[in-house]
């Protein structure tokens, strides 16, 4: 579906708008255009349909000035209505103008033309792939045509992002018959190249576009692709912080002494090469936050990571394209491939049929090709916002199932400073402040790409491109709430899942405190200005600093986040009242079928989850093995 010619013009009018010329980038307009619909040609139809709307509203703010359209007006006068959208009182008017921008943004600052002349380096076009290795044969493409597929397996595994994967690894090298599904591509290092816009828009969930709905919008990426959101993730490596452990037990009655995760919390770390990161890859960012940190009298350190060998391109969230991140694709998926798994790609799962003597699945391809798998178990690792809406279809019916959620909500500001940092050749996640975490803000960065940094400043018009032609100067670093809000799981048109979630006040009155720490982290790090995530807040002066926020109490919707870790829709306890699956991620009433993804998580971490995550599914693989092997 393509934009009407008025919505064409629209955009272009905006785009003139709102990114004029600068010393180094090119004015948007016509150009910015055509490369918007270039990219909605590989996006849902929705998506098109709602940026036309959003195109009209614009268009209706002329007609209150005698204008048929936002093209006829002088681009003086469209700038400030466009600034009048953007600085609204109304929170759904701010966030309209929000999602256009970010999709002119992406359109502009994604151009590859355009970054070319950005003071960036430039991602490669090409990357040489290795030879294709001998298990490569095993993997089965279900989008290209070919006749339907019937298989009996010990195990099918429903997803292969950290979870999954790690399961399929264990069962695979205890000699049972492993069976993967995975409704994402198998990207390999020849398609991490390009644009990091494009390579967003296929590697992850709906384009990159998913997000909450409730009292606040919040971006809530996630992976998917072989390999899941370890693909796309920063890959830091951290294990359950023992005071989150200690709450599972006196608060929610699971049975886990922190010795009963050692042995698995190892073996994963073995698996992915966790280690610290040198001082190349932690780059002049990691000095900044570090001194800023000494000043504050805080606990800072490098974060451990899966990444050896790693060159510091800074391209972690679009795929590692030197292949250096050990994420479930390289670390994971290959060894249970190598010892006898197969799996299938692009095959959705439509149909899973628990029964008496195991369990029945059918997957389709884009092409009408179908798996039809039968299986003694099955372990469901489609993510928390997918599984359980898989489980609910498969007739699993359980209080909490799709209750629960929690995201992990995240803050970021970007930091200018009179000196050269270029935080787009650096880990974006490499330092992190330890002092903070059992008091539930984990801060740890999110340096981006030029095009990232683009859509995250909420700035549009000459001060945005003054900016931006200042990239190599800026530095985005940001922290993460361990959420005492809840969330659910909606199952919405075409069955595909809609988190709602409300921000709870206990968690704004976190924000306000960890925005404070921020933007003082920055400060005495050495920035000259800040541009925080407040609306109404676009830029702040180092020397006022945290004491913008002085006399002012934050709402929600004052605050532009994201979010990284959905966890907890189908929790594991002990209680069967309150839990979903039991402390081995079986269902109760369903023994063959068990989850083994973030869904299982009980609470929020205050951590990145792909270790735990990891190492659960290791656990109940290995006791799923003992069963198997045992009654065979």
């Known amino acids: 579906m393509r934009l009407s010619s008025r919505a064409h013009d629209g955009v272009a009018a905006c785009a003139e708008a709102s990114f004029p010329r600068g010393n180094l980038l090119p004015a948007g307009g016509e150009a910015t255009a055509l490369a918007l619909e270039r990219a909605l040609e590989q996006l849902p139809r929705g998506v098109t349909v709602a940026l036309t709307a959003l195109i009209g509203a614009a268009d209706l703010l002329a007609l209150r000035h005698g204008k048929t359209s936002l093209a006829s007006l002088p681009v003086s006068r469209r700038f400030d209505l466009l600034e009048a959208w953007r600085t609204s009182s109304a929170y759904p008017v701010r966030s309209a103008h929000r999602l256009l921008m970010i999709a002119l943004k992406a359109a502009h600052y994604g151009n590859p033309s355009v970054v070319a002349v950005s003071p960036c380096r430039r991602p490669a076009d090409t990357i040489e792939e290795p030879p294709a290795p001998p298990w490569k044969s095993q993997v089965v493409d279900l989008s290209l045509a070919g006749g339907d597929e019937s298989l009996e397996a010990d195990v099918a595994i429903v997803g292969s992002g950290a979870g999954g994967a790690a399961a399929a690894r264990v069962l695979a090298s205890a000699g049972l018959a492993v069976v993967m599904i995975e409704a994402g591509a198998f990207y390999t290092r020849s398609d991490f190249v390009g644009s990091v816009i494009a390579r967003a828009a296929k590697m992850y969930s709906r384009m990159g576009l998913q997000g909450t709905v409730g009292n606040v919008s919040i971006l809530l990426p996630t992976g998917c692709a072989v390999g899941g959101t370890t693909v796309i993730n920063a890959g830091t490596c951290l294990r359950t912080p023992p005071w989150v452990l200690r709450h599972w037990r006196e608060e929610h009655r699971i049975p886990l002494a922190d010795s009963d995760l050692e042995p698995y919390f190892a073996r994963v770390e073995g698996w992915l090469e966790v280690q610290h990161p040198g001082p190349k890859e932690l780059g002049m960012q990691a000095q900044v936050i570090a001194r800023g940190a000494d000043a504050l009298g805080i606990a800072h350190g490098p974060l451990l990571r899966n990444a050896p060998g790693c060159d510091g391109q800074g391209l972690c969230f679009f795929g590692c394209p030197t292949g250096a991140k050990r994420s479930a694709d390289i670390a994971l998926v290959p060894a ?297």
């Open 336 to 632: 249970a491939l190598s010892s006898g798994a197969m799996l299938f790609t692009r095959a959705a799962v439509d149909v899973i049929e628990p029964g008496a003597d195991g369990v029945k699945l059918t997957a389709r391809g884009k092409s009408g090709r179908k798996l039809h798998v039968r299986a003694r178990a099955a372990m469901i690792a489609a993510g928390a916002l997918v599984t359980p809406l898989l489980l609910a279809r498969a007739g699993v019916r359980h209080p909490y199932l799709g209750k629960n959620l929690s995201i992990h909500p995240a803050a970021a500001a970007i930091g200018l400073f009179p000196f050269d940092i270029h935080q787009e050749q650096a880990i974006p996640q490499g330092y992190g402040l330890e002092g903070l975490r059992e008091q539930g803000l984990l801060f740890e960065g999110g340096a981006t790409p030029f095009a990232a940094t683009a859509l995250a400043l909420n700035l549009h018009g000459p001060r945005l491109v003054e900016v931006l032609e200042q990239h190599p100067r800026l530095l985005t670093y940001g922290f993460n709430v361990r959420d005492t809000s809840r969330g659910r799981v909606l199952r919405g048109p075409g069955g595909e899942p809609i988190p709602y979630y409300n921000l709870g006040d206990d968690d704004v009155r976190q924000f306000q405190f960890g925005l404070r720490i921020l933007l003082d982290l920055l400060a005495r790090g050495g920035a000259t200005s800040i541009f925080p995530p407040i609306d109404g807040v676009d830029e702040v002066s180092a020397a006022v600093a945290s004491r913008a926020l002085d006399g002012r109490a934050l709402a929600a919707t004052d605050l532009d986040l994201s979010a990284y870790h959905p966890l907890g829709t189908s929790r594991m306890g002990s209680d069967p009242l309150r839990s979903v699956v039991d402390m081995d991620l079986r269902l109760r009433d369903v023994p063959s079928l068990l989850v083994c993804d973030g869904s299982v998580v009980p609470t929020s971490m205050g951590a990145n989850p792909q270790v735990t995550i990891m190492a659960l599914a290791a656990r109940a693989a290995e006791k799923l093995a003992t069963r198997l092997l045992g009654a065979a």
